[in-house]
């Protein structure tokens, strides 16, 4: 179950974008699995994609279509990633969103395809196209809610999350949904993310927003280190509100730039927080680098040894684990006897060996509870970062294990 996660809140309408949900049987009976989200002509799309050098049919389709125009709607399906599939995939890809086009009267290439699932199986295109007329019949601006579980697979909770703000004098909406739970350790957003606001913006501009958004948020979080071949994030600005950006700089822009930052970052620690199998949310911050390049790589290795994850699901007090991990990282330490790691506000190490005032009895106690803060000083200079990442269970074996059964 979900660590500190609590009840989805209301997901608000944004003018012009609308979100249908419908249970298409693409790999289970009776389950949401297949969202189309329509926007109406004039919204603008950013959009990150995932890094790897396998990318997934409809990560393909959808990055060529978004370069060549404006989306008018988006498809997502569960159950089959239609990654590693070939031409064939590609082929399923296009024709979903030619199905789409059809159905909303727009041009294939103003659709944008994205699946999530098992990878290495042919989608059933079939069952997803046959579905699609439910989907957009049920679209809604209200439909948020429902399409947050319909993007779900070993999610256990849906991810919603909604802020207003002001902008130049005008009420500024942000709604976004996500889905992910591992195969978590982004190089760009996460697994599956759409946002929606209603602020005005050309597209250079969306994107600077989106990019610094995603910097801090996104790209900072890890469940298990692995990048997955579906990786999508996009965003879609309306203009109904009458607020306009108008350039990538500014009162107007920083303001923005805040509430989508706070919506992506809600969204992103709810993934973590939903980690396959966690029982524990880790905050890994790391300052004194010579660099914030140099302490975010520090706070990745750490964020990401299986040692100190299952020490931590232990509640483990086991520190010297912290330590091997930043002995590892990809940096030049010059004095490591300046190094100190804390655990929740108790300091375990420094000056080359565990903290004098230390007892094991104050790190059994930092580590009880759910929440938890590990804290490394490298004492080299201003770099700072943080990464957001959880525990590795018994549980995180078992869902894994039997993935495809």
């Not at 569960?78 to 064939?88: D, H, I, K």
């Not at 730039?257 to 905050?283: H, N, P, S, W, Y």
């Not at 990809?330 to 190094?339: E, G, S, T």
């Not at 995180?396 to 495809?404: A, E, P, T």
Request: glycine share 10%; charged share 20%.
């Amino acid at each position: 179950m979900a660590v500190g996660v609590k009840v989805m809140p209301p997901l608000g309408a944004v003018a012009g974008v609308r979100a249908g949900t419908a249970a298409a049987g693409i790999r289970k009976a009776g389950r949401r699995d297949l969202v189309v989200i329509q926007c109406e002509p004039g919204t603008t799309a950013a959009a990150v994609f995932t890094q790897s050098h396998f990318a997934a049919a409809p990560v393909i389709v959808a990055k060529a279509h978004w370069r060549q125009t404006e989306p008018r709607a988006l498809i997502i399906n569960t159950g089959f990633a239609n990654a590693a599939t070939g031409e064939p995939g590609l082929d399923d890809a296009r024709a979903c969103c030619a199905a789409v086009a059809r159905a909303l009267g727009c041009r294939p290439e103003e659709v944008l395809p994205f699946s999530t699932g098992v990878i290495g199986e042919r989608l059933p295109a079939d069952a997803v196209i046959a579905g699609i007329p439910a989907a957009v019949a049920a679209a809604s601006e209200d439909g948020w809610t429902d399409a947050a579980s319909g993007i779900m697979t070993t999610d256990t909770v849906p991810k919603g999350a909604f802020r207003e703000t002001l902008v130049e004098g005008r009420r500024v909406r942000i709604v976004g949904i996500a889905k992910g739970s591992g195969m978590i350790h982004p190089n760009m957003a996460t697994m599956l993310a759409f946002v929606a606001t209603d602020v005005e913006a050309a597209r250079p501009i969306l994107q600077a927003a989106l990019a610094q958004a995603v910097k801090t948020t996104f790209n900072a979080i890890s469940v298990d280190g692995d990048t997955s071949t579906n990786d999508a994030l996009v965003v879609l600005a309306t203009g109904r509100s009458g607020a306009r950006l108008a350039s990538a700089e500014g009162p107007a822009f920083a303001q923005f730039c805040a509430a989508l930052e706070q919506v992506c970052a809600e969204l992103a620690q709810m993934i973590v927080r939903d980690g396959e199998g966690a029982t524990k949310f880790v905050r890994v911050e790391v300052t004194g680098g010579q660099s914030d390049d140099e302490a975010r790589a520090v706070a990745d290795t750490i964020a990401t040894s299986p040692l100190v994850k299952t020490a931590l699901f232990a509640s483990d007090p086991n520190w010297g684990r912290i330590l091997m991990a930043v002995g590892r990282a990809p940096i030049a330490l010059k004095d490591p006897d300046r190094v100190v790691v804390s655990l929740n506000g108790v300091r375990v190490f420094r000056q080359g060996m565990v903290d004098p005032d230390y007892r094991e009895e104050m790190g059994q106690k930092a580590l009880a509870g759910e929440d938890i803060a590990v804290a490394v000083d490298l004492g080299q200079g201003p770099g700072r970062a943080t990464v957001h990442t959880c525990d590795f269970s018994y549980d995180y074996v078992r869902i894994n294990g039997s993935y495809r059964t």
